[in-house]
């Protein structure tokens, strides 16, 4: 949903009061329910957003305030496989754990009757997405305020046993009082049971924890992952991985390659180790949180020049808008259709964070809020995690080629006609061998690389070089190698080595276009977000 | 023919005949031992050829499957 409102209390409705009753099916009606439409002592007052599993509806209660009423799809309530009472169950059940600020507070619940529906408190805001699309990417204040005050409402989530699972712009309202979590219609509970079925996984592209697609349960790294995503997107103003087509952006999410082009050198850092695709090696919450504050009060130098046009951002904010978003079985980024996962990654399917000692506290890499390479990684390997595939390249056999060419030039001497056939022959075998390699690995150049298939291909090895990237480079890891220096604000590594020594370059993606320090978007230097702490001008 | 495996192989469009070639070999003979054979049996068939030829045929060509050598 584009824009939703939930916000101040209201009194319980009075079941059974009189007025015009909908029909059970009257939901399906593309326009939604018509204003003045009671169900179960609600009246409608306007349609606000709808999702994958129901519409949301401004409503008024029996005693006259207003609310949020979530009602379910028909055609969901209809099909039994979708289990659509039974998660506006667990959402009732999530929301009723919790008492947050940055949680909508859940009034009243219907499960038993025709309708099934959800009624919460409602309050005037605007989304995440729409604010970013409409005025550009935070500056580095406004983006440590969101992280922090969304950081502190997925801590009481989590806190209260529940997982939201759909992290994502459109899922934040932005409100005079801070941020609020909206949509816990995938939510779970950490100990309960799985209802989507196996092998597939529900969430929205881009936003999905890629280890869920690696069969990995719902945890909390889940929602700290679409925390950081969500970040990555309102610090660029561009979804992270891209809008479509749906094959590139999760191979994006699998290989860690975020855009995040344009962001100053701690900014990037930090959210390029939160985004990891491997939950053992990212940067935890609190360590991204500090990196932020760092960079909004010492500064962020830039990792690059360049600049991206308003008419850049705008555009990609609105092809995000346009509907990839939606929350899904994840699919393509139009319908809805199941997709097999794969099997889970080894050591990463609990789905929680390693040990924050595991990240190092001091040194460079703190600073730059870099993290070092998991515990118990082998020998530095955890410089080779740059999960985008890197095509082989064959070895030039000259010798090999050379004696097979004297061979042939001496087998023409006595033989010409048939040496000549030999040759078409041999030339014509090697343009195929040469035309079907090359596809192969431009098709999986464009999809990524299947996830430890091809250990020996991906990144650079932590003994020949230092491989920090100032940014999701072409043949590096985004991390560096162990004994590795940080990277400078001026690119490369230290002690100098690393560009040189990594293998060839993948074909630019041709996704990034120009590039912009943080925060030379805006032109005001007032924060624009909301914070519980200090009261904001006016409201939107 | 030296002329013809040179334009082949460093002639317009080659790229994909050397990328093919060298990923051909690279499969075809994975160590520097298997390598070493195929090119010492590609050597023995051209000598074999050749020594055929002068031998048998008193060093004359064989121009099959043309009639003879070619009009220039």
Not at chain 1, 61 to 69: K, M, N, P, Y
Not at chain 1, 146 to 167: W, Y
Not at chain 1, 176 to 189: M, N, S, T
Not at chain 1, 511 to 539: K, Q, Y
């Amino acid at each position: 949903m584009d824009t939703e409102s939930i916000g101040t209390p209201g009194a319980p409705a009075e079941p059974g009061s009189s007025g015009p009753r909908r029909s059970p099916t009257s939901g399906a009606e593309p326009g939604g329910l018509p204003p003045g439409t009671e169900i179960d002592g609600y009246t409608i007052v306007s349609r606000l957003g709808s999702g994958a599993m129901g519409t949301v509806y401004r409503a008024t209660d029996g005693g006259g305030q207003e609310v949020a009423l979530k009602l379910l799809h028909s055609h969901v309530d209809a099909d039994t496989s979708a289990l659509g009472r039974e998660r506006l169950r667990r959402e009732a059940v999530a929301l009723q754990k919790l008492d947050h600020p940055a949680v909508a507070a859940i009034l009243d619940v219907e499960l038993e009757g025709a309708d099934a529906f959800i009624v919460t408190q409602i309050a005037e805001g605007i989304s995440l997405e729409d604010e970013i699309a409409e005025r550009g990417p935070l500056d580095a204040d406004d983006l440590l305020a969101l992280a922090e005050q969304l950081a502190e409402a997925l801590e009481a989530v989590h806190a209260a046993g529940v997982v939201h699972r759909d992290m994502k712009p459109s899922n934040v309202l932005v409100t005079d009082d801070g941020p609020v979590l909206i949509d816990f219609g995938i939510a779970h509970g950490l100990e309960d049971a799985r209802m989507t079925s196996t092998g597939l996984v529900m969430g929205t592209p881009g936003y999905l924890d890629p280890q869920l697609l690696s069969g990995a349960e719902p945890g909390t790294a889940t929602d700290w992952w679409g925390w950081a995503a969500m970040l990555a997107y309102a610090a660029t103003g561009r979804p992270p991985f891209g809008v479509r087509p749906l094959d590139a952006v999760l191979a994006r999410a699998r290989s860690g390659d975020a855009d995040l082009a344009g962001l100053g050198a701690r900014t990037h850092g930090a959210l390029a180790a939160a985004l990891n695709p491997e939950p053992r090696r990212r940067l935890g919450p609190a360590q991204v949180v500090r990196a932020l504050r760092t960079a909004a009060t010492e500064g962020d130098p830039a990792v690059e020049d360049g600049g991206i046009s308003r008419g850049q951002v705008a555009a990609a904010a609105g092809a995000f808008a346009a509907g990839a978003a939606v929350t899904q079985v994840v699919a393509s980024d139009g319908g809805t259709r199941p997709m097999v996962v794969g099997p889970p990654s080894d050591g990463a399917g609990d789905g929680t964070y390693a040990d924050p000692a595991a990240y190092s506290e001091g040194g460079d890499r703190a600073a730059y809020g870099q993290p070092e390479a998991a515990a118990g990684d082998p020998a530095g390997e955890g410089a080779s995690q740059w999960q985008g595939y890197e095509r082989p390249r064959p070895a030039r056999r000259p010798w090999a080629v050379l004696g097979i060419g004297v061979a042939l030039v001496a087998f023409a001497g006595s033989a010409p006609g048939v040496a000549f056939a030999l040759l078409a022959v041999l030339v014509i075998l090697a343009r195929w061998v040469g035309l079907m390699t090359n596809s192969l690995h431009a098709r999986r150049e464009a999809r990524g690389s299947r996830r430890g298939t091809e250990p020996g291909s991906v990144g650079c090895r932590p003994s020949s070089s230092c491989v920090r990237c100032s940014a999701p480079r072409p043949g590096c890891s985004s991390v560096p190698a162990r004994g590795c220096c940080s990277w400078s604000a001026a690119g490369g590594c230290s002690p100098p080595g690393g560009w040189s020594s990594c293998p060839i370059p993948r074909r630019p993606r041709g996704r990034s276009g120009e590039r912009t320090p943080t925060g030379s978007s805006r032109s005001c230097s007032a924060s624009r977000w909301p914070s519980r702490r200090r009261s904001r001008g006016s409201a939107r | 023919m030296a002329v013809a495996a040179a334009f082949a192989w460093f002639g317009p469009m080659s790229w994909t005949t050397r990328y093919g070639a060298r990923t051909a070999i690279s499969k075809v003979t994975p160590g520097w031992v298997s390598r070493a054979i195929v090119i010492a049996l590609t050597f023995s068939v051209a000598v074999a050829a050749v020594t055929r030829a002068v031998l048998d045929a008193g060093g004359a060509i064989d121009w099959w499957p043309f009639t003879g050598p070619p009009p220039f």
